[in-house]
């Protein structure tokens, strides 16, 4: 049916009215997003944009599109989105890393928080601290005890320099008083295969990597490092409980270059929060170990802000530096 040429005119006159980016969100996305990963394919950072681009397709009826921008310990994809038109048609798979390298990294093109713009918290991991079993220690108290009764005799692993493992590592040596030696590998597997062999003692590493050899016993799992346990492995208390406010995990959530239109950035953030109230998405986050992080944008800047504070203190405490 053809409108009246009056009514046309008026409905027309009334969308060019509206304010630029309340058109552009009511109209987003137009064709293909892209979901920048800074990291290789497979690892939980790409499984987690997989799983966010796939729900953000469904309910937004355009597909978005994950690209792997790996290399420079995040840096590469990282400044990619930061040099990106604003126009939401490119954003980021932010995460704890990039807190990190805000101080790791003493010279970066870009500035984290004031060049990437929050858009949504997705979910937060618990991490495990675990020992191979024949460390003389079935608790976390005991540990600490056989670590200060061995000083610099107990080799700790990591995923690598700057990772969130390692930082979340030294933020435990720090506040338990322990001396043990950080032994960085490249990547979290490689790690774990030493640690069941015997070459390195202990770890702190986000629950899914572990989590199957600990059930099997190759492993001992001590205490999760968030403040509440963990429905992966409940019989294991927090290592807050023991290091009085310890806490280290790593989040995932989306962002997006600076100057995005506000209207735009709210559309993503209500469909991602979305995602929470849906048996199937709550599920596959479950899975991976994570606890979803609901909130605002603002709520997941503050998080940033709040991350980037914390680890920008232990790595100038700890005398990081990268590779």
């Given at each position: ?157 990591s995923a690598g320099i ?102 735009i950035v709210d559309r ?56």
């Amino acid at each position: 049916m053809q409108l009246p040429r009056r009514q046309f005119l008026h409905l027309a006159a009334g969308a060019a009215a509206l304010p630029a980016g309340i058109a552009w969100a009511q109209t987003y996305p137009l064709r293909p997003v892209r979901v920048i990963v800074a990291t290789a394919a497979g690892a939980t950072t790409d499984i987690t944009a997989r799983l966010l681009a796939r729900w953000l397709s469904e309910r937004l009826g355009q597909q978005f599109v994950v690209e792997n921008r790996p290399g420079g310990g995040n840096n590469i994809g990282t400044e990619a989105v930061v040099r990106a038109p604003a126009d939401g048609y490119t954003l980021l798979l932010v995460n704890s890393v990039n807190a990190i390298n805000a101080t790791l990294f003493e010279k970066l093109s870009y500035n984290f928080i004031n060049d990437i713009a929050p858009v949504a918290g997705f979910f937060r991991v618990p991490m495990v601290l675990q020992v191979n079993p024949s460390v003389p220690a079935r608790t976390a108290p005991e540990f600490i005890a056989y670590a200060k009764a061995n000083p610099g005799k107990i080799n700790m692993a990591s995923a690598g320099i700057g990772s969130t493992p390692h930082v979340a590592g030294e933020l435990f040596k720090m506040m338990a008083g322990l001396d043990i030696l950080h032994v960085p590998y490249r990547g979290g597997a490689p790690a774990i295969t030493d640690l069941i062999g015997g070459q390195v003692q202990v770890m702190i590493e986000p629950i899914t990597g572990p989590l199957e050899h600990i059930r099997a016993g190759k492993l001992r799992g001590l205490a999760v490092t968030t403040t509440t346990r963990s429905a992966a492995l409940p019989d294991l208390p927090t290592l807050e409980t023991f290091v009085p406010g310890y806490e280290a995990s790593p989040w995932y959530g989306l962002g997006a270059p600076r100057n995005t239109p506000t209207e735009i950035v709210d559309r993503l953030n209500r469909e991602i929060n979305a995602a929470f109230a849906d048996p199937r998405m709550t599920r596959q986050i479950a899975e991976l170990g994570g606890t979803p992080l609901a909130g605002s944008a603002a709520d997941f800047g503050k998080l940033i802000a709040d991350e980037t504070e914390k680890w920008g203190k232990v790595i100038r405490a700890a005398n990081v530096k990268p590779e």
